[in-house]
């Protein structure tokens, strides 16, 4: 699956990855806040945050906007688990329906608002990540 990416999308990954030295993926800019979501290889997230999130700070610094970053996982389940955090996901099912895939995630019932996130922004990322790195179409909470 091939991701396409925005001007200013390869702007934010080239300056991301000069700060922090982490390979970036995916980026999303999200329509909602201006934040931008940025997907690292795995094995960089710990790169890409700094200690005490000194490079993520940074970052958010340089570019101007808020910076939330996930760490890839060839498997959809891990990944989305990566995705949601912190919330803490229960556990996570992905169903073919027709030739569609679909995960359903049960994450815990105090983290939903967390899963959510203010205005439903945090699902919104999630089904385009889900969609752009696993070819998963949907993304349900139950």
């Given at each position: 699956?091939?991701?396409?990416?925005?001007?200013?999308?390869?702007?934010f990954?080239?300056?991301?990855?000069g700060?922090?030295?982490?390979?970036?993926?995916?980026?999303?800019?999200?329509?909602?806040?201006?934040?931008?979501?940025?997907?690292?290889?795995?094995?960089?997230?710990g790169?890409?945050?700094?200690?005490?999130?000194?490079?993520?700070?940074?970052?958010?610094?340089?570019?101007?906007?808020?910076?939330e970053?996930?760490?890839?996982?060839?498997?959809?389940?891990?990944?989305?688990?990566?995705?949601?955090?912190p919330?803490?996901?229960?556990?996570?099912?992905i169903?073919?329906?027709?030739?569609?895939?679909?995960?359903?995630?049960?994450?815990?019932?105090?983290?939903?608002?967390?899963?959510?996130?203010?205005g439903?922004?945090?699902?919104?990322?999630?089904?385009?990540?889900?969609?752009?790195?696993?070819?998963?179409?949907?993304?349900?909470?139950?």
């Open positions: 699956m091939t991701i396409k990416f925005t001007a200013e999308e390869m702007r990954i080239a300056s991301f990855e700060l922090t030295g982490a390979r970036v993926r995916d980026c999303i800019i999200n329509d909602f806040g201006g934040n931008v979501t940025f997907v690292v290889n795995k094995g960089d997230f790169m890409a945050v700094g200690r005490g999130g000194d490079k993520v700070k940074r970052a958010r610094r340089v570019i101007g906007r808020g910076i970053v996930v760490e890839y996982s060839d498997d959809p389940v891990e990944f989305l688990k990566n995705v949601f955090l919330a803490r996901v229960q556990s996570i099912k169903v073919e329906k027709g030739e569609k895939k679909v995960a359903m995630v049960n994450v815990e019932l105090q983290d939903k608002g967390l899963a959510v996130g203010r439903g922004k945090k699902i919104q990322i999630a089904k385009k990540l889900a969609e752009r790195n696993h070819g998963i179409s949907d993304v349900i909470l139950i």
